[in-house]
C-alpha cells in the first residue's frame, strides 16, 4: 500500500519493485502466499493532485501483480530444457538419427551441462506436466549420453546392462533407465511409448525439441502421428484391414488399456482412414541397430541380439521370472518340478529293473510296483498337490502323460521278461 501524498513516479517504482519480488520469489521455488488486500480507507491511494486515474492505475496494477504470483505459485515451474533443445537440433537429423561421432567430438560438455541439470533436486512445486517432460528429456538424453560414452558401439545392447543398473542421478536420486521409464508408465499416459527413444532403430522418433510442461500434450500428440506415419515402423494396410505396427505395443499393450486398448490409440493417431478397430494387427521385428546417423549400426543382426541379450542376463532373468510367476499364480514352481522330475528317473529305472527281476522268479509284484508307480509319477503328485487354480488342460495333459507313461512301462517290463525267457 500507499502512504498518503505518494508520488505517482514513486508509486510507479514501488510497483516494479513488488513485480520484481514476486518474480524472484516465484523463480527460486518459494510458496507465494498473497494477503487478501482490502482498502478501506481510499485515501490512502489518493495522490496529491487527486488525480483518480493515476489511482486507479495503482489499485489495478497490484490486483494484476497479486494475480500474476498467486497462478505461478498455483501452476508451478518447470526445468530449463533449452540446452537440450539446442543438441537435439544440432545433432539429430530429420530422420531422427543421431550424429553419435560429432555430437562426442563437440557437444558433451553442453549434454553434461544439462544432466547436471537433471540430476539435483527438482522443484517441489514442478506439477505432473513438468514432470511428465522432465522424466522423458531425462530418459532420451540419458541414453544418448550412454551410447556417446561408449561411441562407436552396433547396438545399447552391446554395453554392459545399459537398462537395468541405477547408474544415472535424476532428481537427486540415482536411477535405471528402466526405473525412469517405469515412473513414467505409472502416470498412465501410453503416449509415452512414442516417446521415449532407447537409440534403436525402430524406437519412436527422436524430437528435435525438448518436451516441456505447457506444451507436453500437443508434442506426445505430434510424436504419436510422426511415429505411426514412418513407414518402416508401422504399416497400415486398409485394403488388407490389416496393420502392420511396432513391436513396441505388443510388448505394452497393458499399458493402452488406459485408452481403450491398442487398437482406440492406433484408431486415434494413424493416418486419416488408415486404420479400424477390427483390423487384424501384426508386429514387425524389432531393429536393435544403434539409431546413428551414420553407418554404425547398419550390420547388427538378430542374431547377435540375442548373444547380447544373453550376455547381459536378461534370458535368465526372463526365466526366472517365468518360474516365479507360474509360482505366483499356481502355487507350482517349475524349478521344483523340474527337479522332482529328473531326480525320480534313476529311482524309477532301479524300480523297474527290480520289477522284472521278480517277475523272472516268480517273486511278489506289489512292492516294486508300488515303488516304481510312486516315482512315476511322483512330480505331477507335486502338481496336483501343491498347485491352486489349476486349469483344467493341465489335469487332462497329466492324466494323458500318466496313460502314455504306464502303457510304455508295461510294453518296456514284458519286452524285458520275454527277453530273459529266450535266454534262459
Not at 554392459?160 to 517405469?182: C, K, M, W, Y
Not at 492406433?266 to 494387427?281: C, G, I, M, V
Amino acid at each position: 500500500m500507499f502512504a498518503p501524498g505518494v508520488s505517482a513516479s514513486t508509486a510507479g517504482k514501488q510497483i516494479a519493485n513488488n513485480a520484481k519480488m514476486h518474480a524472484f520469489l516465484v523463480k527460486n521455488s518459494a510458496p507465494v502466499i498473497i494477503p487478501v488486500v482490502s482498502v478501506r480507507n481510499s485515501e490512502i491511494l489518493t495522490l496529491k493532485n487527486g488525480d483518480s486515474t493515476v489511482r486507479t492505475t495503482i489499485v489495478r496494477g497490484v490486483v494484476v501483480l497479486a494475480c500474476a504470483a498467486s497462478c505461478a505459485a498455483a501452476f508451478g515451474q518447470d526445468l530449463d530444457h533449452s540446452q537440450w533443445t539446442a543438441i537435439l537440433r544440432q545433432y539429430v537429423t530429420p530422420q531422427s538419427r543421431v550424429d553419435y561421432a560429432r555430437l562426442k567430438a563437440d557437444g558433451t560438455n553442453r549434454l553434461d551441462s544439462y544432466l547436471e541439470q537433471i540430476a539435483k533436486p527438482w522443484p517441489a512445486t514442478l506439477d505432473e506436466n513438468a514432470r511428465k517432460s522432465a522424466l522423458i528429456n531425462a530418459y532420451n538424453a540419458l541414453t544418448v549420453r550412454w551410447i556417446v560414452s561408449k561411441f562407436p558401439v552396433k547396438s545399447i545392447w552391446r554395453t554392459e546392462d545399459p537398462f537395468r543398473v541405477a547408474r544415472h542421478q535424476v532428481n537427486g536420486v540415482t536411477e535405471s533407465l528402466d526405473s525412469i521409464e517405469t515412473r513414467l508408465r505409472n502416470m498412465r499416459d501410453p503416449r509415452i511409448h512414442g516417446a521415449l527413444v532407447c537409440a534403436a532403430r525402430s524406437c519412436p522418433p527422436l524430437r528435435r525439441e525438448a518436451f516441456t510442461g505447457a506444451a507436453v500434450d500437443g508434442q506426445l500428440d505430434d510424436n504419436f502421428r510422426v511415429w505411426l506415419a514412418d513407414t518402416s515402423k508401422n504399416q497400415f494396410l486398409p485394403g488388407k484391414r490389416l496393420a502392420k505396427v511396432s513391436k513396441i505395443f505388443e510388448w505394452y499393450a497393458a499399458d493402452f488399456a488406459a485408452v481403450g486398448g491398442v487398437p482406440a490409440a492406433l484408431k486415434k493417431f494413424a493416418p486419416p482412414d488408415a486404420f479400424a478397430s477390427t483390423n487384424k494387427l501384426e508386429y514387425m521385428k524389432y531393429n536393435w541397430g544403434l539409431n546413428d546417423s551414420g553407418s554404425v549400426g547398419d550390420s547388427y543382426s538378430g542374431f547377435e541380439f540375442y548373444i547380447d541379450y544373453a550376455r547381459n542376463g536378461y534370458l535368465r532373468s526372463d526365466f526366472d521370472g517365468w518360474c516365479l510367476g507360474l509360482g505366483r499364480k499356481y502355487g507350482v514352481n517349475p524349478l521344483i518340478f523340474g527337479a522332482i522330475y529328473v531326480g525320480a528317473i534313476p529311482f524309477f529305472s532301479l524300480s523297474i529293473a527290480w520289477l522284472v527281476r521278480n517277475l523272472r522268479r516268480r517273486r511278489p509284484l506289489i512292492a516294486p510296483l508300488m515303488s516304481s508307480s510312486f516315482f512315476f509319477v511322483s512330480a505331477y503328485l507335486y502338481l496336483l498337490i501343491a498347485g491352486k487354480n489349476i486349469p483344467g488342460w493341465v489335469y487332462v495333459f497329466v492324466v494323458a502323460m500318466l496313460t502314455l507313461g504306464a502303457w510304455s512301462m508295461v510294453r518296456k517290463v514284458r519286452a524285458r521278461v520275454a527277453t530273459g525267457e529266450r535266454s534262459a
